[in-house]
Structures are given as C-alpha cells and as structure tokens.
C-alpha cells in the first residue's frame, strides 16, 4: 500500500521530511537554501516550517510516536 493512500502514513512522511529538511539546512545551510524557487524549494520550504513551527512540529512527533507505539 502507498503512503499517499494511508493518512498515518502521509503524515509520518510529512513530519520526518520537516524535521530532516530542518536538520540539514543548520548542518550544511548551503544545500537547501540555494534553492527557493523551482521543485527543490520544497526542501527550503519544509525547512523553514521546521524553524517556525518547531514546537507545534515536536508536538506532532511526540504524538506520531505515541500514536505508532501504543495505538496501533
């Protein structure tokens, strides 16, 4: 089954590409920020809502991570 096709998934995807995008662009800031336009600026993109909304992000770990877990 394709992730696209399972909410949980699409989400676990969504939120671990955020947090990479955000680890990347403080390791090595030259990689994701030469590109803010075209379909590479997607990284930039996640990168920045990582750096923003980084304590609505942890949360949503967190609650992934329960959900993963103890729910299913």
Same mark, same amino acid.
């Given at each position: 089954? %394709?992730?696209i096709f399972?909410?949980?998934? +699409? %989400? #676990?995807?969504? +939120?671990?590409?955020?947090? =990479?995008? =955000? &680890? %990347? $662009?403080? +390791?090595?800031?030259?990689?994701?920020? $030469?590109?803010?336009?075209?379909?590479?600026? #997607?990284? *930039?993109?996640?990168? $920045?809502?990582g750096e $923003?909304?980084?304590? &609505?992000?942890s949360f949503?770990?967190?609650?992934?991570?329960?959900?993963? %877990?103890? *729910?299913?």
């Amino acid at each position: 089954m %394709l992730a696209i096709f399972n909410l949980q998934s +699409l %989400l #676990t995807i969504l +939120l671990l590409s955020i947090c =990479t995008c =955000t &680890y %990347l $662009r403080q +390791l090595v800031p030259s990689i994701i920020d $030469r590109n803010k336009v075209g379909p590479l600026g #997607t990284f *930039w993109k996640l990168a $920045r809502i990582g750096e $923003r909304k980084s304590p &609505y992000v942890s949360f949503c770990c967190f609650a992934m991570a329960f959900s993963i %877990l103890f *729910w299913t």
